[in-house]
């Protein structure tokens, strides 16, 4: 596990999740290709979550964390930000937000770019009566294209091309714990 | 951030006080002070490889010296909440806001916390020291399962994943949980 990972140069937010390529997989060749923190010369994190509970509301979350994780200086490809609601009156009706979000590619310059397009499965941005935690959404999933995370590197023969991550099992992980 | 620059300074002959192990003799030569251009980080002094002595006889040095300076203020409000934290486990509100107020990099807080291995819960969160601050469950529990869910795809190991958040313990990624009332 590396610890101190700051998101960008002379950015202090710290993503709560990354993950940054493995410098062993990088030939020489490509390494200008990939951001490095000065002090330390970690590859910065190509994917990072967010998990808020307590400390981060939806604004906070998505209007303000978001462009800091997607600007010119961090290498941010794709970000997931979870949000849970606790329901402290004792009800019981914990509600949650989940949205994923990608830095955009130009295919003609193969470049990416500094604009951001959320992912369809994302939760609709409302201002209150967030998804109930107990409302089942089987198949929905965040899926993350490995291949965009290590670009330009080829993607390796046996290496799945996505990750997913299972929203309906991470729900009922969710409930389990507050129940 | 920009490179570093480097540019040629006359230190003055009486040191400040925190470059303490720079003999006299050392600190009256020309001496390259290597400028960062992020204000948080103390210049760091490099010392020459070589001087040579009224006798005519030359020293050289078998590495490169490198000093940095402490930021003073910096140590002094840390040490002074610290103290306070250990003896009562809870900081005054005037202690708290002079050390909010000064703004902290991951360097400094190596120096001042982690290879000291402080005792207690004490973090760097964007920028700022903070003790004893807890996430609310299930926070560090959603972490811990979300980022197994995606390790155990990638089965190449192509990424090394972990946490930003600086913390003393390796541990306490899932830190919603104390080990009992009262301990850290």
């Known amino acids: ?5 700051p998101l960008a140069p002379g950015d202090t937010k710290q993503p709560d999740v990354h993950w940054s390529l493995a410098k062993i997989h990088i030939p020489q060749n490509l ?14 994190a190509a994917f990072c979550m967010e998990v808020a509970v307590k400390n981060e509301s939806i604004p906070t979350l998505v209007d303000t964390d978001v462009p800091r994780y997607f600007a010119a200086t961090a290498a941010t ?22 949205a994923q979000v990608d830095r955009d590619w130009d295919p003609n310059t193969n470049t990416f770019l500094n604009t951001t397009t959320e992912n369809p ?20 999933r965040f899926q993350i294209d490995v291949q965009r995370l290590i670009h330009p590197l080829p993607l390796p023969p046996n290496q799945p091309a996505y990750f997913y991550i299972d929203l309906e099992a991470f729900r009922m992980k969710v409930l389990q714990w507050l129940l | 951030m920009s490179a570093p620059q480097s540019i040629t300074v006359s230190i003055p002959p009486n040191p400040p006080r925190s470059v303490k192990h720079v003999p006299r003799r050392q600190t009256q030569l ?15 002094v490099r010392l020459p490889a070589s001087h040579v002595l009224r006798s005519g006889t030359q020293y050289q040095y078998g590495h490169l010296v490198e000093y940095r300076r402490r930021n003073q203020a910096l140590y002094k409000t840390f040490r002074k909440c610290y103290q306070e934290y250990i003896a009562n486990k809870t900081l005054d509100a005037a202690s708290k806001k002079e ?22 819960k004490i973090e760097l969160i964007r920028g700022t020291i903070v003790f004893n601050v807890w996430t609310v469950f299930p926070h ?10 995606v390790d155990n795809q990638d089965t190449n190991e192509l990424f090394d994943s972990g946490t930003g958040v600086r913390k003393t313990c390796l541990f306490d ?10 301990t850290w």
């Open chain 1, 77 to 98: 490809r794709c970000w997931i930000g979870m949000k849970i609601f606790i329901d402290e009156s004792g009800k019981r009706n914990h509600r949650w937000y989940a």
């Open chain 2, 173 to 182: 990624r899932a830190n919603d949980y104390r080990l009992s009332i009262g």
């Open chain 2, 99 to 120: 050390l909010d107020a000064i703004r902290v990099s991951s360097e400094e807080f190596d120096e001042l916390v982690v290879k000291k291995e402080l005792r207690g």
């Open chain 1, 31 to 44: 390494m200008a290709n990939f951001a490095t923190d000065p002090t330390h010369g970690n590859i910065l």
């Open chain 1, 121 to 140: 499965a994302s939760f609709p941005r409302v201002t209150r009566n967030n998804q109930l935690l107990t409302v089942p959404i089987p198949g929905r």
């Open chain 2, 140 to 149: 560090g529990t959603v972490i811990t399962w979300l980022s197994r869910h």
């Open chain 1, 1 to 5: 596990m590396i610890i101190d990972y």
């Open chain 2, 30 to 44: 020309a001496q390259t002070v290597s400028q960062p251009s992020c204000t948080l980080i103390q210049p760091t």
